[in-house]
């Protein structure tokens, strides 16, 4: 197995190489050989997948193929994403929702911590700082624009709206930003000590416990939701997300598997509310290309991801039409938190992240 051939590797590096063949030949078998098989059968040459807009989850699902289940891989002779290209005379449109699932679970969880780490901005320029709900593009004072360009050397040199909450986590429970990044998005949805060594390996059950108890110190909002869940599984067994969409457990289910359910339980509010913000925003997004006589003319809806979305949009129009949809996402609904959204624009699907 994989680890056996990891260890093995040390003194014997061929294992490397077997590792880097198994791998090469399940992204062609899982994913290139399919996909293409079904490119060409289609009358355009690309593929359609079957898409639900209404599962379990909250989520929107897909099979044939399931396109949200495409690795994402940056070595360029793997990377299946960027078999995924635009047509001559048109770019890739990628928008994703940034952190969408924190922020849901600091405005569903009314933690302030976690509220804080969204609505502060701070502006190095006029050395000015605040709180809004709602996202700023530059600084209220001086007019700095927000742009990622204004951290150099880990620090920030102009305005930005929001704080590190990877690095708020890391300083609060001892681990680097990149575990304490993952540590935030498995901690609010229950993961235990257990899953996080089966998922992440580094540290004992046991030091992974203490650092699962520093993140609940840390954010006890989080930690207060949490305990309502569990009284809400055990009292009614249903759960319902921020626009009214229900989640109902049935009793032979939490018989089954307790902790299976109250995972779910967390899940659903967050992923739901997650997809329903998506699907306005879409429908927002539509109506005012449609306004522009620009829909399925000038800009195609071509794949969605969970939080992303893509569009084909014809060159000539996509910083314009990048621009709306910035407007559109960032806005739709208010909540407790802003909502802010990341936009590439690429030639493949593999160049968006």
């Not at 994403?81 to 922020?103: N, P």
């Not at 990877?166 to 257990?194: C, E, M, V």
């Not at 009284?231 to 249903?238: A, D, M, P, T, Y």
């Amino acid at each position: 197995n994989e680890d056996v051939m990891d260890t093995l590797a040390v003194r014997h590096p061929i294992c490397l190489s077997i590792l880097e063949y198994r791998n090469s030949t399940k992204m062609i078998n899982t994913y290139l050989e399919p996909n293409n098989e079904r490119a060409k059968a289609a009358a355009d040459g690309r593929l359609h997948p079957n898409i639900w807009t209404v599962s379990k989850t909250g989520r929107k699902r897909m099979n044939n193929p399931n396109f949200q289940n495409q690795p994402v891989i940056k070595d360029k002779e793997l990377n299946i994403r960027a078999c995924v290209v635009a047509r001559k005379g048109y770019k890739l449109l990628t928008c994703d929702l940034s952190q969408i699932e924190l922020r849901f679970c600091a405005h569903i969880s009314r933690d302030a911590e976690m509220i804080a780490a969204y609505t502060n901005w701070q502006c190095r320029k006029c050395n000015s700082e605040g709180v809004s709900i709602k996202y700023l593009k530059c600084c209220p004072n001086c007019g700095e624009i927000a742009n990622e360009k204004t951290i150099k050397d880990d620090k920030f040199i102009g305005f930005w709206h929001g704080l590190d909450i990877h690095q708020k986590t890391a300083d609060a429970t001892g681990l680097p930003r990149n575990l304490s990044k993952s540590t935030n998005f498995a901690a609010i949805y229950g993961a235990s000590a257990w899953k996080m060594v089966q998922q992440f390996g580094v540290h004992t059950e046991d030091e992974w416990a203490v650092f699962i108890e520093r993140f609940f110190n840390k954010y006890r909002g989080v930690r207060r939701w949490h305990i309502e869940m569990k009284e809400r599984l055990n009292r009614v067994g249903w759960v319902k997300d921020c626009f009214g969409r229900v989640r109902r457990i049935p009793k032979s289910d939490i018989a089954k598997s307790w902790k299976h359910c109250y995972n779910q339980f967390l899940n659903f509010p967050v992923q739901s509310t997650a997809h329903e913000y998506l699907a306005i925003c879409e429908r927002d997004f539509r109506q005012k290309m449609l306004d522009l006589d620009m829909w399925r003319k000038d800009v195609f809806l071509v794949n969605e991801v969970h939080d992303e979305v893509v569009h084909e949009v014809r060159e000539e129009y996509v910083e314009e039409v990048a621009e709306v949809i910035n407007e559109t996402f960032r806005y739709a609904v208010q909540f407790s938190v802003p909502v802010n959204v990341d936009t590439h624009i690429t030639d493949d699907w593999g160049q968006a992240k």
